[in-house]
């Protein structure tokens, strides 16, 4: 296992292990540890899914759990439960994205300027002639 991979610790994996889903069918789930650690690497370093580290296993099972598990709501229960255990202030926060946008984001040189359609009005003359 590489040292620049993120790994869940005993403790943290202890505090969330009871609140994932158990009513799995069919084949046993892999390693939640293992899954976990890897959807938050993904997440975390803002890459694609196809690019996680194979330590983590199976692309496809880091993209699918974390999809299905969105759409159960087990991520929502997650958080919500982890931010209701109490703790320093700090240690609640669970996002902090900061997002800049291109200079040009807001419009062009000189700013928004409301324009004509460049559909004819009823009776209007046009503006150039063919």
């Given amino acids: 296992m590489s040292g620049d ?5 005993d403790e943290q994996f202890g505090k969330i292990e009871p609140l994932l889903p158990t009513d799995t ?3 046993e ?3 939640d540890r293992r899954v976990i650690s890897g959807i938050i690497h993904v997440l975390k370093s803002g890459g694609r899914w196809v690019d996680a580290p194979a330590d983590y296993g199976p692309r496809k099972t880091l ?6 598990w969105a759409d159960k709501g087990v991520w929502v229960g997650l ?6 255990s109490g703790g320093p202030g700090m240690q609640l926060m669970i996002d902090s994205s900061a997002v800049k946008a291109h200079r040009s984001a807001a419009g062009g040189k000189g700013g928004r300027k409301i324009r004509r359609s460049a559909v004819l009005v009823v009776g209007e003359p ?3 002639t063919p």
């Fill in 63 to 68: 993209y699918n759990r974390f999809v299905r």
């Fill in 79 to 84: 958080f919500e439960a982890l931010a209701q």
């Fill in 29 to 31: 789930r892999v390693d």
């Fill in 5 to 9: 991979l993120y790994w869940l610790s």
């Fill in 25 to 27: 069918r069919g084949k």
């Fill in 126 to 128: 046009p503006k150039s």
